[in-house]
């Protein structure tokens, strides 16, 4: 069962056009939902107007004034409200200020451009340079770095930049939610397109002030999320029940694209200051890195996302000095968010650029500068954790380069290169690693749970708040059962999330559904049997159909029967929230990913021609769903590397449509070839470990030092390199 | 406003009739008055591809034809690939080859590629990746896609 390629559980429905997303779901009475929004980054809001020609006593109407709990969104730090009050301070252009709902979309429409709204503009800080507001900042510390300057062979430093992208999952966000009046208390439910139940219900019950049982939260189908629909579908479920709970009717709020572009998160914007010092041999003697991330008006997750990418900024290397210095700042922008990477792949872009510069500073191959470098088993990482796994980067580094060709095409094209095609061509890569599951305490505060429930007609169901957002882990979570209940997938359920069905489980993040829930699957899984056969139902060895039997028996006779797994700390995992230093992650995921890459250097574009993406990610489940992921997050990298540009104006993003916002087409990518590496780990069921995030992290270093082997000494500084900056800097390069 | 219309179409082979506005996207007409809501949108502007569906033998954004501009024609619609409750090849294709991950543009890429081998029974990967290129996706780096277009192709589906 494990390790082999089970098909997509949901496949046939998706592939049939029957699976439910929220859009599809609809009742006779419904209203539709629209939001009014600040078209200014910075002011005071002192007044809301209704224009003239729009029958108002028709529309359901919401501000600030009629939130029944408090106005604020439960979050690590709660400072954003669901509506900026009349009086109240606009933090940035898009922010929600008044709610619309009415049966006809089109008038509903026309209602939501009537509204004028009067702002005292203030001052807006739209460039992170400029900001002095810190939301969270983070020092990392190991060894002494400013001794080691002098006496350093050489000290290689730059600066480099990502900026903002944009999830574009191709179901934009929506919700659907009913609010029943009750005697004493009412009773909110939503349901919708989102990552993390829980996160919805917490929101939600501080919203409207109810107990947690009147809070009622249905993942549907959810048509991609990539971190996108992680904290900001709390605002939308918020918004919607408002206006159920004021109109008395089911309403629908569902965005089209241009305001999910425009109002929801984005990937953080990154600047990067590396200094590197080698001694003559080319080990690795201080690394000092300066972070910081363009968090957006509000905190919302970037204390965390912060974190992440701080803790990965030292890279897969051996360091004796080390000092991460890490902050994420307040701008007028709207807020950015969690996008699959967390972080890492801003600070990852920098390190594994830096690298391949001072490869070139040092006279080394950038091959053979990293291996010089890599961390082996027995070193510890900047935080002080001990690598207990055989990791092997140079063996999965000579792997990728033998796949893409690496010797051979650097010698080929340089060759090439010096004819006067135009075409120029190069080969690159990048050595990376991902955390997997949260980072520090953040599994054993969560304390997370699953379960498995015995079903009337024998079959079980797992009961997990993981989402199912294309990732697989409902194929995942029933091979991971069946393996430990010894059936096959067919005789395992997995349950829709529903808060009022499945436990808190934590979010659909942070890589850690296979390898921390579905390690609580596996032990629930365990437990269940271990009922079945202490209560006399089943004896081991057994056949399915016994099995099967035994489930119905125990059904008949005592109900529905459930066991549970909770997620407790091993004793070996230490880490200190104050100091930055410990066990940062369970463990990581490891890749070497290389890119072949052809530039036009009339037209400046660039083409990924080749891309190999070898990882170890522990046990693999199924080795057809773990590609795709692979895939997946491959072109989403190359996408941020090379095209997808947010443009602002203003503090607004001004490309929100997708006409102009660039991702990938089928036409536009390489076939990515796909490799796993082994290496079992204790951490996850079977030992697997994560895999979700990893692809996001490599690809960008990976096809920018491609471009550099190419076009030879450029600054390649700064993701995406669009055209438009691709030529800015061979301009500059040619005088 | 305009007065509606009497829209007749024959849908996956059946004949329908609904009294919609002349200027109501087809998308909608679909989704909305016909329950038909395997089509999907994804950004209303025809560059997504999620709506596409068949009509009149060549497929196009359902988001951009106008109800009146479909009177009379003949759709194709996701709902229509399966014969009963088999699937078509290219949904037993995209099924065994992991095509869909969220599955929210396979309803549309399905379309498109039925379309593509309708007109190229043997494209190439390079004719595969044209073909399709109307339709994002934004999960698969489209390898999958790819793989199961060419096994319908070749004549192993599954």
């Not at chain 1, 829980?198 to 549907?220: C, E, S, T």
């Not at chain 1, 600070?347 to 010089?372: I, N, T």
């Not at chain 1, 080969?427 to 955390?435: Q, W």
């Not at chain 1, 797992?462 to 069946?482: H, M, R, Y």
Request: aromatic share 6%; with cysteine; charged share 20%.
């Amino acid at each position: 069962m494990i390790g082999n390629s089970a098909i997509r559980k949901e496949g046939r429905a998706k592939v049939l056009g029957r699976s439910r997303y929220t859009d599809d779901k609809t009742f006779r009475c419904v209203l539709h939902g629209a939001t009014v929004r600040s078209d200014v980054p910075h002011g005071i809001l002192k007044a809301i107007r209704f224009g003239e020609g729009i029958p108002w006593k028709e529309f359901t109407i919401v501000t600030a004034q009629d939130i029944p709990g408090e106005n604020i969104v439960a979050a690590i730090v709660p400072d954003q409200p669901f509506l900026v009050p009349v009086g109240g301070e606009i933090h940035h252009a898009e922010e929600p200020v008044l709610l619309l709902a009415h049966p006809d979309k089109y008038l509903l429409e026309k209602a939501r451009r009537a509204i004028s709204l009067d702002v005292e503009e203030l001052p807006a800080t739209l460039d992170v340079a400029s900001s002095d507001r810190v939301f969270k900042e983070i020092n990392i510390l190991h060894g002494d770095v400013d001794s080691i300057w002098a006496q350093a062979a050489h000290v290689v430093e730059a600066d480099y930049r990502t900026e903002a992208q944009e999830h574009l999952y191709i179901e934009p966000n929506g919700m659907l939610a009913i609010v029943a009046h009750g005697d004493h208390q009412d009773q909110v439910t939503v349901c919708g397109s989102l990552q993390c139940p829980y996160y919805v219900h917490k929101a939600l019950v501080h919203l409207f002030n109810l107990p947690g049982d009147k809070v009622r939260i249905i993942q549907m189908d959810t048509g991609g999320a990539f971190g996108g629909k992680e904290d900001y579908p709390s605002l939308i479920a918020g918004h919607a029940a408002l206006l159920a709970w004021k109109a008395g009717k089911p309403v629908k709020l569902i965005y089209d694209r241009e305001e999910d572009m425009a109002a929801t998160t984005k990937r953080h914007p990154s600047r990067t200051h590396v200094k590197a010092a080698f001694d003559a041999n080319g080990l690795l003697l201080g690394l000092d890195v300066d972070f910081t991330l363009d968090a957006g008006a509000y905190a919302t997750l970037s204390s965390v996302v912060l974190s992440r990418g701080a803790i990965h900024a030292g890279g897969v290397y051996r360091c004796p000095n080390t000092r991460i210095h890490a902050r994420a700042m307040a701008t007028n922008t709207p807020p950015s968010g969690a996008f699959r990477g967390f972080g890492a792949p801003q600070s990852l872009f920098a390190l594994e650029r830096h690298m391949d510069v001072c490869a070139a500073k040092l006279g080394l191959d950038p091959a053979e500068l990293r291996r010089r470098n890599f961390l082996k088993l027995g070193d510890t990482t900047a935080t002080g954790q001990l690598l207990k796994e055989d990791v092997d980067l140079a063996g999965l580094m000579d792997r990728t380069l033998a796949d893409i060709g690496y010797t051979e095409k650097r010698k080929l094209f340089a060759a090439a290169n010096e004819t006067d095609t135009p075409i120029k061509r190069g080969v690159g890569f990048s050595v990376f690693m991902h955390g997997c599951g949260f980072t520090g305490s953040g599994e054993s505060y969560l304390a997370s749970v699953a379960g498995v429930e015995g079903l009337a007609d024998g079959r079980v169901a797992v009961l997990a708040a993981s989402t199912e957002i294309g990732q697989g882990k409902d194929t995942v979570f029933s091979q991971i059962a069946a393996q430990a209940l010894k059936i096959p997938m067919d005789m395992v359920e997995v349950a829709q999330p529903d808060t009022k069905v499945v436990p808190d489980s934590g979010p659909t993040v942070a890589s850690r559904s296979t390898m921390v829930v579905g390690h609580l699957v596996e032990d629930a899984a365990y437990a269940f049997k271990q009922a079945l056969i202490q209560q006399g139902f089943l004896t081991e060895p057994y056949a399915p159909e016994v099995f099967r039997e035994a489930v119905k028996r125990s059904h008949a006779r005592l109900g529905s029967m459930k066991c549970y797994a909770q997620y407790h700390n091993p004793p070996h995992i230490v880490w200190d929230d104050k100091t930055y230093q410990g066990d940062a992650y369970p463990t990581f995921s490891w890749a070497c990913y290389a890119a072949e890459v052809a530039v036009d250097t009339v037209t400046y574009e660039v083409k990924v021609e080749d891309f190999v993406a070898n990882q170890e990610v522990g046990r693999v489940i199924n080795p057809v769903l773990a590609a795709g992921q692979i895939e997946g997050g491959v072109a989403q990298g190359i996408g941020w590397a090379l095209w997808e540009n947010v443009e602002w104006k203003h503090g607004r993003m001004a490309n929100n449509q997708m006409t102009n916002y660039i991702i990938p087409t089928s036409m536009d990518l390489p076939r990515i070839r796909v490799g796993f590496l082994e290496n079992p780990h204790p951490a996850g069921p079977s030992g697997a470990k994560g895999l979700g995030e990893l692809p996001m992290d490599g690809p960008a270093p990976a096809t920018l030092n491609a471009l550099q082997n190419a076009l030879g000494p450029l600054r390649l500084d700064e993701v995406p390199m669009t055209p438009e900056r691709l030529m800015d800097r061979m301009e500059v390069a040619r005088g | 406003m305009a007065e509606k219309i009497l829209l007749r179409l024959t849908v996956n082979g059946e004949p329908r009739a609904v009294e919609v506005f002349p200027m109501a996207r087809l998308v909608d007409v679909l989704r909305e008055d016909l329950k038909l809501t395997g089509t999907k949108e994804g950004c209303g502007e025809g560059e997504c591809g999620a709506c596409t569906i068949r009509m009149d033998g060549r497929i196009v954004n359902s988001c951009l034809i106008p109800a009146i501009q479909a009177q009379g024609s003949v759709l194709l619609t996701v709902e229509g690939l399966a014969t009963g409750e088999e699937p078509h090849a290219l949904q037993s294709a995209f099924h065994h080859h992991n095509g869909a991950q969220c599955g929210f543009c396979t309803p549309g890429m399905l379309i498109a590629a039925e379309d593509l081998l309708r007109r190229c029974p043997n494209p190439d990967e390079a004719q595969i990746r044209e073909g399709l290129s109307g339709n994002l996706c934004r999960c698969t780096g489209y390898v999958k896609i790819v793989d199961a277009v060419k096994a319908v192709a070749e004549g192993r589906p599954a």
